[in-house]
């Protein structure tokens, strides 16, 4: 499964550590940080827990930049 979320970031280059990040995060199997349109293409492992997962890449994500932020 694949989902689109908008996103808040400052700076290309904290979009592009947020990408690395959140490919990371157990349950996904694909991210794209698009720092041009503020937006976040996740896809999703089979089975994943969209909800749980993308609390994870938030939490993953706030570390590159603290105030960044995921609408999901």
């Given at each position: 499964?694949?989902?689109?979320?908008?996103?808040?970031?400052?700076?290309?280059?904290?979009?592009?550590?947020?990408?690395?990040?959140?490919?990371?995060?157990?349950?996904?199997?694909?991210?794209?940080?698009?720092?041009?349109t503020l937006k976040m293409k996740v896809e999703?492992?089979?089975?994943?827990?969209?909800?749980?997962?993308?609390r994870e890449v938030l939490k993953v994500c706030?570390?590159?930049?603290?105030d960044c932020e995921i609408f999901f």
């Open positions: 499964m694949k989902k689109t979320y908008k996103i808040e970031v400052d700076c290309a280059n904290c979009a592009a550590k947020m990408e690395t990040a959140a490919k990371k995060v157990s349950g996904v199997k694909d991210a794209v940080v698009n720092f041009m999703f492992e089979e089975g994943a827990d969209v909800d749980a997962v993308m706030r570390k590159v930049e603290q």
